[in-house]
């Protein structure tokens, strides 16, 4: 499942992730990218069905749906001449969803992420 370094978005440039190999990983994406979907169809994401999708995945108690940082690992390459790095999972029509790794030490200034609209927080 490692590869030896993962898709990594670097300045403007979007590489092509690596394939999913974690069962329980594919499951969250095809989740939400149902929920984006129809979504779509209906002119508007349902934000609650999503952070839930989130907190199922993050949070379950069965250990073989939970996605935790064994799950994450292969996609946490960090530079170490960059504040952090963003390795990209998955992208479609709908979203991208990535792993950024922060260095340790580095800091960024208060800013906004226009149109992101959801994101979870793994810490290590």
Same mark, same amino acid.
């Given at each position: 499942?490692? $590869?030896?370094?993962?898709?990594?978005?670097?300045?403007?440039?979007?590489?092509? =992730?690596? $394939?999913?190999?974690?069962p329980?990983?594919?499951?969250?994406?095809?989740?939400?990218? #149902?929920?984006?979907?129809?979504?779509?169809?209906?002119?508007?994401?349902? #934000?609650?069905?999503?952070?839930? !999708?989130?907190?199922?995945?993050?949070?379950?108690?069965?250990?073989? #749906?939970?996605?935790?940082?064994?799950?994450?690992? =292969?996609?946490?390459?960090?530079? =170490?001449?960059?504040?952090?790095?963003?390795?990209? !999972?998955? #992208?479609?029509?709908?979203?991208?969803?990535?792993?950024?790794?922060?260095? =340790?030490? $580095?800091?960024?200034c208060?800013?906004?992420?226009?149109?992101?609209?959801?994101?979870?927080?793994?810490?290590?």
């Amino acid at each position: 499942m490692l $590869a030896s370094t993962p898709t990594s978005l670097t300045g403007n440039e979007l590489d092509k =992730p690596m $394939a999913i190999q974690s069962p329980s990983l594919q499951n969250f994406v095809n989740k939400l990218l #149902e929920a984006f979907r129809r979504g779509t169809e209906h002119r508007c994401v349902d #934000e609650k069905e999503v952070n839930e !999708i989130f907190e199922l995945f993050t949070h379950s108690s069965e250990e073989n #749906e939970r996605i935790g940082l064994d799950l994450i690992q =292969p996609y946490c390459y960090v530079d =170490p001449t960059k504040n952090y790095t963003r390795n990209l !999972i998955t #992208e479609n029509e709908h979203f991208s969803l990535m792993v950024l790794c922060w260095n =340790p030490h $580095a800091k960024s200034c208060i800013h906004a992420h226009g149109g992101m609209l959801f994101y979870s927080l793994l810490t290590i």
